[in-house]
């Protein structure tokens, strides 16, 4: 059993930065792929990066390719997604999830354990 918990959301302009966190329970933080999901209001939730187990692999959707950055800190049980260039479409809450698998998936219905959700607004 793994229970994450985001942080780091907020209200931000339009081209500022924002550092999403989510802290793991559990000792077996390491041996899971993580990843970060967002849903926008009336739309379905969406891949937005992960990130393998050692960290060494990473995924983007291309909306955000270039402007966000998924890490982990398996010392710290805690997955990290640095949000640059915001956009008034990035505005969503954010989840953060994890995969009891080695390679990360962009793909939702793998994904075994989920936060709660960090919401992230991005005015114009």
């Known amino acids: 059993q793994v229970q994450l918990v985001e942080s780091g959301g907020g209200l931000v302009q339009a081209g500022a930065s924002l550092r999403l966190s989510c802290a793991a329970s559990?000792?077996?933080?390491?041996?899971?792929?993580m990843g970060w999901f967002r849903q926008a209001p009336g739309k379905e939730r969406e891949f937005v990066a992960a990130i393998n187990w050692s960290g060494h692999g990473t995924y983007y959707a291309d909306s955000v390719k270039g402007r966000f950055t998924i890490s982990r800190d398996n010392a710290r049980n805690t997955v990290y997604l640095q949000m640059n260039s915001l956009k008034p479409e990035d505005t969503a809450v954010y989840y953060c999830a994890a995969d009891r698998a080695v390679r990360a998936s962009t793909i939702l219905s793998e994904y075994d354990y989920w936060g709660q959700g960090t919401q992230v607004t991005v005015s114009s």
């Open positions: 559990g000792r077996t933080f390491s041996s899971y792929a």
